[in-house]
């Protein structure tokens, strides 16, 4: 088990974080998270949604694809980071939506098969940082450019410690198991 779960720990490591050197995008993707039981933003989602924001005004790309279905709880993440995005000014038309995934690899598959619908190569991928080493070794398999972009930690231990740990052994269930068996047709 400590082979397995060191074998995680360097991947983690030596993870992609991009695939280009592209600093404008076709789109900037950011990754589901639960939102709370009564509907709302959490402050992990409510954080990837303004960080898109931010990047968006600063003319990374020009729309946002939100993913993330009813995972957690009866709230679809995308809805709900949709209309957070929204109230802070990006236009709906700028918003395209994929509220049926149920993890990182359906939001990224999901996410691309979007972008391919509408003739778009590439995208800025937001979302925690301790969430996006595993992130970018999903990327890596997808036939698009992309480049992962952290959002703010809420506070400065929240990158640490526990959410860690699990995407760690997140990592090594993926490594071990879902690479092979949930695969991505874009």
């Known amino acids: 088990m400590l082979a397995l779960f060191s074998w995680a720990v360097?991947?983690?490591?030596?993870?992609?974080?991009?695939?280009t050197a592209l600093t404008r995008f076709d789109a900037i993707v950011v990754?589901?998270?639960p939102a709370d039981s009564d509907g709302n933003p959490t402050p992990i989602e409510l954080a990837r949604v303004t960080e898109a924001v931010h990047e968006y005004e600063r003319g990374i790309a020009p729309r946002l694809i939100l993913t993330g279905g009813a995972a957690a709880n009866r709230f679809v993440e995308a809805r709900v980071m949709a209309r957070a995005a929204h109230a802070q000014?990006?236009?709906?038309?700028?918003i395209f939506v994929d509220p049926d995934s149920?993890?990182?690899?359906?939001?990224?598959?999901?996410?691309?098969?979007?972008m391919k619908a509408h003739g778009w190569h590439s995208a800025e991928v937001v979302s925690t940082a301790s969430h996006l080493p595993r992130t970018g070794l999903i990327l890596s398999q997808l036939p698009i450019e992309w480049s992962t972009h952290a959002a703010p930690p809420l506070t400065p231990e929240s990158e640490s410690g526990t959410g860690t740990v699990m995407e760690t052994l997140k990592t090594l269930r993926y490594l071990v198991w879902a690479r092979q068996m949930e695969t991505c047709q874009p």
């Open 89 to 94: 000014g990006i236009p709906e038309p700028a």
């Open 10 to 19: 360097l991947a983690r490591q030596f993870a992609p974080r991009s695939n």
């Open 102 to 114: 149920k993890d990182t690899i359906q939001n990224t598959c999901n996410a691309a098969r979007i």
């Open 31 to 33: 990754l589901g998270s």
